[in-house]
Nanobody, 123 residues
Framework: QVQLQESGPGLQKPSQTLSLTCTVSGGSITTNYYYWTWIRQSPGKGLEWIGYIAYSGSTYYSPSLKSRTSISRDTSKNQFTLQLTSVTPEDTAVYYC???????????????WGQGTLVTVSS
């Protein structure tokens, strides 16, 4: 079965760039037709969809975060990454990498989740 695991620093200072990596095992990130998706969860905003990189390599981001978000992949390592620039304390959340089955933003598409990693933005 496919498994996803997030990794990256748990503490960030304001204005820095957050970088998280999702390592996928048990399946290829290039397999049709999956959408490798980042979401986050915080007390203030609840569950928030960030964006995805599709099996084809195409990307799509939440309009509210698009200007600061970049999702990329390394197919040789079967990994995909999230970079979020100019972070503020409002970006503090538990970040999840997921596998989705649709190109939309419905959480119903997200069938497999990583365990999540807490990122705290604080000076």
């Amino acid at each position: 079965q496919v498994q996803l695991q997030e990794s990256g620093p748990g503490l960030q200072k304001p204005s820095q760039t957050l970088s998280l990596t999702c390592t996928v095992s048990g399946g290829s990130i290039t397999t049709n037709y999956y959408y490798w998706t980042w979401i986050r969860q915080s007390p203030g905003k609840g569950l928030e969809w960030i964006g995805y990189i599709a099996y084809s390599g195409s990307t799509y981001y939440s309009p509210s975060l698009k200007s600061r978000t970049s999702i990329s992949r390394d197919t040789s390592k079967n990994q995909f990454t999230l970079q979020l620039t100019s972070v503020t304390p409002e970006d503090t959340a538990v970040y999840y990498c997921t596998r989705g089955t649709g190109a939309g933003r419905s959480y119903r598409y997200l069938e497999v989740w990583g365990q999540g990693t807490l990122v705290t933005v604080s000076s």
